[in-house]
């Protein structure tokens, strides 16, 4: 369906920003992506895109076109649900996102597992610390730690995950042990922020007596990698904020202790988020309940 298969290079075009992300998205090298936007151009005989070296954007016939185009793909994508829905054997492919350290310690694991029960159905796993736009990039289940407040969103609670302050022993022998909250900024410590555009932690919120209060941290380097910020704290270079699942490792060996154990930072959730129609879909129905059991069960083992 090469007419259809150019349709939905331009929709991806137009919500991922690119050619080249689009083609990524649909598997396609970018000479061939652009190549079928150029197809689509010829056949409806107008020009979908403004081309310039550095970026392209849609003419107001291409943005009119849009929302034609995005319900021809859903249209198709809802038939071929049903028809699948009729199958024992569900196939197609699912876009999914997870934070980096959630991702590499519990969702990628259980990816080829899922793959093993249901061959005909490709996973494409993006990990990212960063605030994905389930939306705009097409998203059918997205694995996130933290607040959940997007309502647009159906949501799927895996597990309430208490999070903690710890810094390894070195650093607290260099430094010292905040004594209270306050200190962390009077004593000029050095708290390691999860940092990127649209990011929450550039204040800490830690349960105090007087009730939850925000803290102003700041350290001298931050990183948009969890994981490399739990490095850098075992190499005794500052203080992090962590579910603690996601360190016990680091806290059973003793490289990382905890502080401030009388006022931590508020319980985090562990859930799957979906647009409410992805769940339509056979196939993001059986990911989302077989992921959701393995999570459950990986996240006991690593508590226990």
């Not at 290079?9 to 652009?34: K, N, Y």
């Not at 490709?122 to 997007?150: I, P």
């Not at 603690?244 to 799957?272: D, H, M, N, R, W």
């Amino acid at each position: 369906m090469p007419y259809l298969d150019s349709i939905r290079v331009f929709v991806r075009t137009i919500e991922l920003g690119s050619i080249t992300a689009a083609g990524r998205d649909q598997r396609l090298t970018p000479a061939v992506a652009s190549n079928r936007i150029k197809e689509l151009e010829n056949r409806l005989g107008v020009r979908l895109f403004n081309r310039t070296t550095r970026r392209i954007a849609p003419t107001e016939i291409g943005r009119n076109y849009y929302n034609y185009a995005t319900k021809v793909v859903e249209a198709l994508d809802d038939a071929e649900s049903a028809i699948a829905g009729f199958s024992k054997q569900p196939k197609g492919a699912i876009m999914v996102t997870a934070p980096l350290g959630v991702g590499r310690r519990i969702i990628a694991p259980l990816v080829p597992e899922f793959n093993e029960v249901y061959p005909e159905v490709d996973v494409r796993l993006r990990l990212s610390d960063r605030k994905v736009d389930l939306f705009g990039e097409g998203v059918d289940a997205a694995f996130v730690l933290g607040d959940l407040h997007d309502s647009n969103m159906k949501v799927r609670k895996i597990s309430d995950c208490p999070r903690l302050l710890c810094a390894a022993p070195s650093y607290l022998e260099k430094h010292g042990e905040p004594a209270t909250p306050q200190a962390l900024i009077d004593d000029n410590h050095k708290c390691l922020l999860l940092r990127f555009p649209g990011s929450e932690e550039y204040n800490w919120a830690l349960q105090t007596e007087d009730g939850l209060r925000r803290y102003n941290v700041s350290g001298p380097f931050d990183a948009d990698d969890g994981d490399v910020l739990t490095e850098w704290a075992v190499a005794g270079k500052g203080i992090i904020n962590k579910p603690a699942f996601l360190v016990t490792k680091e806290l059973k060996s003793g490289a990382l202790v905890p502080i401030l154990q009388s006022a931590p930072p508020p319980t985090a959730s562990f859930a799957c988020l979906y647009p409410h129609r992805r769940l339509q879909d056979p196939k993001v129905r059986l990911f989302v309940d077989f992921m959701i059991d393995g999570c459950k069960k990986r996240v006991r083992e690593m508590v226990g």
